[in-house]
């Protein structure tokens, strides 16, 4: 990879643009939606939180307000006078009754039983008396009890407390309960319309659900995480699961909500993000072709040209009609070539002129030796022929012509006279 970077200026440019073009695209579309959902999760997490909060708090108030009444009520003389008295002081209780739980009767039915579990007194409209048994349930563990005790039972929850008479004779009992109808106006003021919520008991069996449907699957699916890894994952892979056990009941809420991002709207978020990176890659693979091959297409020309030339082809010529840097570069690469080709003419001429003026130089040298030696062989024939006039006349001159085209610019005066005679 490395080598085939290297290779060529287009390839370098190829891939530094892909780089700078795609890296940071695909990190900020993976990153964005990372972000976006951790936050909104994290968000939606803190909203939960804050729901299960205040439903715990309202539903462990409300308790302790039930839980209270029916103590006072279990510990009212006028319970123990009625319930001593076999019913003659019935108005009475029933005043007490509605006066002490107007409060509560919205979310729980408030009954007075006799010692053999018989409902006596209660404050619902259209229940009749109806027994319990006193040898199991919550009756049961009521009379070895202190304080009030919850139950959950007939798909809702119950709170009962014996009426014992002063020297601790059990002369009945006091109870609270609250069904699906009372437990509804309870968590549907403070619940969202999205979300759900269960109640359990502290063995995990259902008191209570907000769900029409699948309560029962989803609360066994949660019991066998627990079991399994002793923790809350969630029952739906769509919904979040949220719980607060109530540290004094031993109930627990349990809160689904439902998440911003279901597993299909999250693949379909990481399909459309591959697409988009598949479609982003695409667009910086041509684009980052299409501008490595404009900016490397004058390179390669001008490479080209200038192999051309250290091959000796000094004709070349780059055409380009481009009017930034790489046409101003192939401008001056044609200047410089006819540079070139002009100082090569130049510099032939003068080596031709050169040779031209050495040949004249040695021409100008021969001529004079041969007059020398003909000089020289007219004063030699003077001499022998007997006329000595003609060979002193042949020296004097050959004595001039070697004084004249000597060249030199200063002579002694002796020799200056010496040519004057001979002159």
Known sequence: ?????????????????????????????????????????????????????????????????????????????????????????????????????????????????????????????DKSASRRSTDWGVLNAARTAETTVLRAENEGLSGACTVRS????????????????????????????????????????????????????????????????????????????????????????????????????IRSIYLTAGVMGFLCLALCLAAAWMLSRHLSEPVGELDSAMRRVEGGDYDVHIESTRRDEMGRLAASFDRMTDEYRQNLARSVQRERELNETRLRMLQSQLNPHFLYNTLDCMKWLGVTGGVPQVAELAADLAALLRAGISGSERITLEQELELVSRY
């Open 166 to 265: 002063y020297g601790g004779e059990i002369l009945g009992y006091a109870l609270f309960h609250m069904d699906g109808t009372g437990l509804s106006a309870l968590f549907a003021p403070l619940l969202r319309p999205s979300d759900d919520i269960l109640l359990v008991d502290p063995t995990w069996r259902m008191v209570y659900s907000s769900q029409s449907v699948h309560a029962e699957e989803t609360l066994s699916s949660l019991r066998a995480q627990l079991l399994e890894s002793g923790r809350l994952t969630g029952g739906q892979a769509d919904c979040g699961y949220y719980v607060r056990a109530g540290e004094s009941t031993g109930f627990s809420l349990i809160l689904q909500q439902p998440r911003t991002y279901t597993a299909q709207a």
């Open 1 to 125: 990879m490395r080598e085939w970077i290297e290779r060529s200026f287009r390839n370098r440019i190829f891939f530094t643009v892909l780089l700078v073009a795609l890296v940071p695209l695909l990190l900020c579309d993976v990153l964005m939606t990372q972000v976006m959902i951790a936050r909104s999760e994290r968000a939606l997490s803190l909203e939960a939180q804050e729901e299960t909060a205040a439903l715990g708090e309202r539903f462990d108030e409300l308790l302790g307000e039930s839980a209270n009444t029916v103590r006072e009520i279990a510990e009212s003389t006028v319970t123990r006078s009625a319930l001593r008295r076999g019913g003659s002081d019935s108005r009475t209780l029933y005043q007490l009754l509605h006066r002490d739980t107007v409060a509560l009767r919205a979310y729980a039915d408030f009954e007075v039983y006799g010692a053999d579990g018989t409902c006596l007194y209660t404050t619902a409209a």
